[in-house]
């Protein structure tokens, strides 16, 4: 299932399972300064107070605290993820119900992990344009998040981003996720150097994000007792920093050298 070269790299990178976040450790850009700049008498819906700052962990607390309004999470789980200031404009500037509907939804156990991904990719490619701004690496943040943390339908939806793309196309051998990649030549210590960006594309399905979630699932099982496969998931995505982590710094170098696989 999984290429022994690819997964043996994991393992070194990974000797046991990671954090998602310690309680006081703030991640992502703060909910209240990230929506900052958006005019409240532009928006379909009433937005109430959002906090200073946030992390995964709180973030799966207020999914299950029913006090917490379904669009103020959303908010706060796009800010955790970073999304880029003009793709939130292009987001609010819309009517809000369609996809907060999906999001009330998925947070009250109506749709499974392949239906929710359906749902919004729908959205997305209608006619009417209901959500621009937030493609497939955002809104599987929201999946992720909304989910129940045990559910009767399925397990949680993962994160699909271009780095757990990526990484499990890499780890497969095959491409699992699709994803569009766009080549560019930049200098770098006076030499020039390619760099590959990827992103997941709006092709994929439900049917592919199963597949998707279902593999880190197994890669969770692979790993042993002491790994989930929100821990894998969070492995996966690793940290790009300076220096980056090196598992994705693994990724990155074979992301150029194989390119067959992306």
Not at 87 to 99: T, V
Not at 100 to 115: C, F, G
Not at 209 to 216: D, N
Request: net charge neutral; glycine share 6%; aromatic share 8%.
């Amino acid at each position: 299932m999984f290429v022994s070269e690819h997964l043996a790299k994991f393992r070194l990178c990974y000797p046991a399972p990671p954090a998602l976040a310690l309680p006081e450790e703030n991640e992502g850009r703060s909910p209240e300064r990230w929506f900052k700049d958006i005019d409240p008498r532009q928006l379909t819906m009433k937005v109430g107070p959002l906090r200073p700052t946030t992390n995964r962990p709180e973030l799966l607390a207020m999914a299950v605290d029913r006090s917490v309004g379904t669009l103020e999470l959303c908010i706060s789980i796009l800010a955790w993820g970073g999304m880029h200031g003009k793709n939130r404009d292009l987001l609010f500037e819309r009517p809000l119900e369609p996809w907060i509907n999906v999001a009330n939804r998925i947070r009250d156990d109506e749709l499974s992990r392949s239906e929710s991904y359906d749902a919004f990719s729908a959205l997305r490619s209608s006619g009417k344009a209901e959500i621009v701004g937030m493609g497939p690496a955002y809104f599987t943040k929201l999946i992720y998040f909304l989910a129940p943390a045990t559910s009767s339908r399925v397990a949680k939806g993962y994160i699909m981003d271009q780095w757990l793309g990526c990484a499990i196309n890499l780890l497969t051998g095959r491409q699992v996720v699709k994803l569009d990649q766009h080549l560019t030549w930049k200098l770098k210590k006076g030499n020039a150097v390619q760099r590959a960006d990827s992103f997941v594309s709006n092709l994929n399905t439900g049917q592919d994000y199963e597949a998707f979630c279902q593999l880190v699932e197994a890669l969770s099982a692979e790993l042993g007792t002491a790994w989930t496969p929100e821990l894998t998931e969070r492995a996966l995505i690793a940290e790009g920093g300076r220096p980056p982590h090196p598992w994705r710094t693994h990724v990155v170098e074979q992301r150029l050298a194989t390119k067959s696989i992306w």
